[in-house]
DNA sequence: TTCCAGGCGTATC
DNA sequence: GATACGCATGGA
């Protein structure tokens, strides 16, 4: 990890890391786009601004100590991984190959489960403008991302100010079953993956895209694979028999690279 | 106006 | 187990 110190922010060099690829790519609703080459955002209510010089591989973590870049950025950003080893790897598929080279800045976030799991539950037969913004109105309301304590007197009519129609009951049912600990999301971590979403699914609006969207960003497990209406056209057209050899164990970021490529296709 | 969106619960067979 | 339908809301 290659970085500096500069004031009161970090400098980071990074290859195959994308602002708009990364963080406008629907896996975290509450990146806003500020500038050409800036975004602002938060992970566990911790603000960050962060900029690319353009089109370099060089960014700017504004306001960041040395201390909260080790020990939070970098591992939500998931430093540690290699996607330029992930991508030769997948390049042996043809289709994979030009979702690579089309969105190559790409990398999965290592976001919070709570609000992976809530943010899931919210995405359901919606559209990512509109998640954004029931997102943005919870959190304005709670000056922050709000925890499943923080809810915990909420109810279905208490969130209509959200506009998150017949998913608010979801929600109070979400809230419910993490603080009653019915769903322990600490054990959701360790359980095997058909464990796992079978756990999850226990919430009312939880079914299977929405577990694997849980475990996939809130979880950061890599062979969990969502299948939302986007990804199911993909399957459709190109991997009717299942995903090549390539992607095993890593289906989830795979799922990510070809999400965006789809999605920016025109009408296929 | 109608259709659709990072689906799911429910009813029915 | 598969398939059909309704669901809140709002952008296109």
Redesign the pocket.
């Known amino acids: 990890m290659q970085y500096d110190i500069d004031g009161n922010d970090i400098l980071l060099r990074q290859s195959d890391f994308a602002l708009d690829d990364t963080l406008d790519?629907?896996?975290a609703f509450r990146w806003e786009k500020i500038s050409e080459n800036a975004y602002r955002g938060a992970f566990l209510n911790r603000q960050l601004t962060v900029s690319c010089e353009n089109g370099s591989d060089l960014f700017r973590l504004h306001g960041t100590t040395e201390e909260d870049f080790l020990g939070v950025w970098a591992d939500y950003f998931d430093l540690g991984t290699d996607y330029g080893e992930i991508k030769r790897r997948f390049s042996e598929d043809e289709t994979l190959s030009k979702a690579c080279a089309f969105a190559g800045g790409i990398r999965l976030l290592r976001q919070d489960s709570w609000e992976a799991l809530s943010s899931?539950i919210i995405?359901?037969?919606?559209?990512?403008?509109?998640?954004k913004?029931i997102i943005g109105r919870l959190c304005s309301h709670y000056n922050g991302y709000p925890s499943a304590e923080d809810m915990r007197d909420e109810t279905a009519d208490s969130l209509?100010y959200l506009?998150?129609?017949?998913r608010a009951k979801y929600l109070v049912d979400a809230v419910s079953k993490v603080l009653s600990g019915e769903l322990d999301l600490e054990s959701v971590r360790t359980l095997p993956l058909d464990d796992a979403r079978n756990a999850l699914?226990k919430?009312?609006?939880?079914?299977?895209?929405?577990?694997d969207?849980t475990l996939l960003f809130g979880f950061y497990r890599l062979d969990a694979f969502?299948k939302?209406?986007?990804?199911k056209r993909v399957l459709a057209q190109w991997y009717p028999n299942g995903l090549p050899d390539c992607t095993k164990g890593l289906e989830g970021i795979a799922?990510?690279y070809l999400?965006h490529y789809i999605?920016t296709q025109p009408s296929i």
């Open positions: 790519c629907g896996q899931f995405s359901q037969n919606n559209n990512i403008p509109r998640i913004g209509g506009r998150s129609g017949f699914m919430i009312k609006g939880v079914g299977p895209k929405v577990a969207c969502p939302d209406v986007w990804v799922q990510q999400f999605r």
